[in-house]
Nanobody, 116 residues
Framework: QVQLVESGGGLVQPGGSLRLSCAASGFAFSSYTMSWVRQAPGKGLEWVSDFKGESTYYSDSVKGRFTISRDNAKLTLYLQMNNLKPEDTAVYYC???????????WGQGTQVTVSS
């Protein structure tokens, strides 16, 4: 069965960095667009980034600070987050895009807290 398992979250000071990982299994990882989505406390889901084919896409709120990457041999998706801000505090989820408009599988999420 499809599984997505995130790791790498934690507590970091403003201006710091973290790298999230998402280990995938149970499907042809390299064939799918993969996404990062976050949910801040008390707010709805916010799309962060996509890795589609050879292209990457970012929300305006993270562009220039976050970098999405993938290692298809290791079946792993990454999110390098630099210059973190308190407003980046959220649970971060990786998700598989089953269609261009739909994310059909989600991980359990990893908490990122940016605070001094």
């Amino acid at each position: 069965q499809v599984q997505l398992v995130e790791s790498g979250g934690g507590l970091v000071q403003p201006g710091g960095s973290l790298r999230l990982s998402c280990a995938a299994s149970g499907f042809a990882f390299s064939s799918y667009t993969m996404s990062w989505v976050r949910q801040a406390p008390g707010k709805g889901l916010e799309w962060v980034s996509d890795f589609k084919g050879e292209s990457t896409y970012y929300s305006d709120s993270v562009k220039g600070r976050f970098t999405i990457s993938r290692d298809n041999a290791k079946l792993t998706l990454y999110l390098q987050m630099n210059n973190l801000k308190p407003e980046d505090t959220a649970v971060y989820y990786c998700a598989r895009r089953g269609t261009p408009y739909d994310m059909d599988y989600w991980g359990q999420g990893t908490q990122v807290t940016v605070s001094s």
